[in-house]
């Protein structure tokens, strides 16, 4: 992990009168996914049968309080999609999702709002994710104002204590602002914020440094990492790389074609995976010794395969170096524990 180093002053936002702090949570997971499947139809047309996109398909996963898990794969993998069916932008096809023992796969919009001030979302792009018609303090102040602050003043703290939080000092300075204005990282701290201003408990940050400059993504990961610690906030981490997961989570789960086909504690995952696909994945980092770069590196053949078809048994089986014919092309594995909270979906992990 990294060095958690003091960014200095309170981080503590205390709500207004006119938001209630939520009520004090029980013991236990904040999150916990089971069996979720998110499947998008699509109609058929003259030279095509319709069907089913299987985005996440069959994904059981559990997130402790103040606890960072890391999903990690290629594009297309449907780590996205999860993200956003957890948060119940996307409606599930089944499953369950527990968010502090209730589950709210099911529920309609209206019996929402308790969860959509709890659960935020940091998206990946700064630049699209912010209008940019509206300034600073109107983006900041919009969800106060959805949930019911209606004293400007109220509002106007708030802002600026949530821009404090991010480092984006005097907020003054900033709450005039439009996101044309601001640099990349600046946008990106203006979206923390947005995420932070009504003090939550579960935060999804989807490839949240993914866009920015190098020397850039370390001081948001510090930031987000200072925020964890002060308010003790959850977070799903969505991420295709390896080494930001490896500095930002407690544990790391492997997607692979809408399902979780690994997960571990950070630490244990890199120093010995047992999936071939992460396998293949921690294969493909880049070796900073000079001595190692002309080491012919294996390369996983093909393509990772259609969510509308997938294949048969275990969906790496086509491109697996290990696979068998008969078990891995026929049987669907199931995700077991091998280690100590060590969890593989394959039937050669041994």
Not at 134 to 147: A, D, M, N
Not at 165 to 179: E, R
Not at 312 to 327: T, V
Request: aromatic residues 6%.
């Amino acid at each position: 992990m990294l060095a958690r180093e003091s960014e200095g002053g309170s981080l503590i936002i205390e709500p207004p009168s006119e938001l209630p702090a939520p009520a004090p949570s029980v013991e236990g997971p904040i999150l916990a996914v089971e069996n979720l499947h998110t499947w998008f139809e699509f109609g058929g047309g003259l030279f095509r049968k319709g069907g089913f996109v299987r985005a996440v398909d069959g994904v059981s996963f559990v997130l402790q309080r103040a606890e960072t898990l890391a999903l990690v794969g290629e594009s297309g993998c449907g780590k996205t999609t999860l993200g956003r069916t957890i948060l119940r932008l996307v409606d599930p096809k089944e499953g369950r999702i527990l968010y502090d023992g209730v589950d709210v796969a099911g529920f309609p919009e209206k019996k929402l709002r308790f969860m959509r001030r709890k659960a935020q979302l940091i998206p990946q792009d700064p630049y699209s994710s912010l209008n940019p018609a509206y300034s600073i303090f109107r983006t900041l102040e919009e969800p106060l104002r959805v949930h019911g602050v209606h004293d400007s003043s109220a509002r106007q703290e708030r802002t600026a204590k949530a821009l404090e939080d991010v480092k984006l000092v005097p907020p003054d300075l900033f709450l005039p602002k439009y996101p044309h204005m601001l640099s990349g990282g600046q946008r990106q701290r203006v979206s923390v914020a947005r995420a932070l201003i009504l003090d939550p408990e579960l935060i999804v940050a989807d490839e949240p440094v993914s866009m920015l400059d190098a020397s850039v993504r370390i001081s948001i990961l510090r930031l987000l990492e200072s925020l964890q610690q002060k308010y003790r906030i959850s977070f799903l981490y969505i991420t295709h790389d390896l080494a930001t997961a490896r500095h930002f989570s407690n544990r790391i789960g492997i997607m692979y074609a809408g399902k979780i086909v690994e997960i571990a504690p950070s630490g244990d995952l890199l120093r010995e995976p047992l999936h071939p696909y992460t396998k293949a994945l921690m294969d493909a980092l880049p070796d900073p010794d000079p001595e190692n770069r002309l080491r012919e590196r294996p390369i996983v053949p093909g393509e990772p395969p259609s969510l509308v078809s997938p294949p048969p048994g275990c969906s790496f089986h086509p491109r697996c170096p290990i696979a068998k014919a008969g078990l891995c092309d026929v049987v669907v594995p199931e995700l077991r524990e091998l280690r100590p909270n060590h969890l593989v979906a394959c039937h050669l992990a041994e």
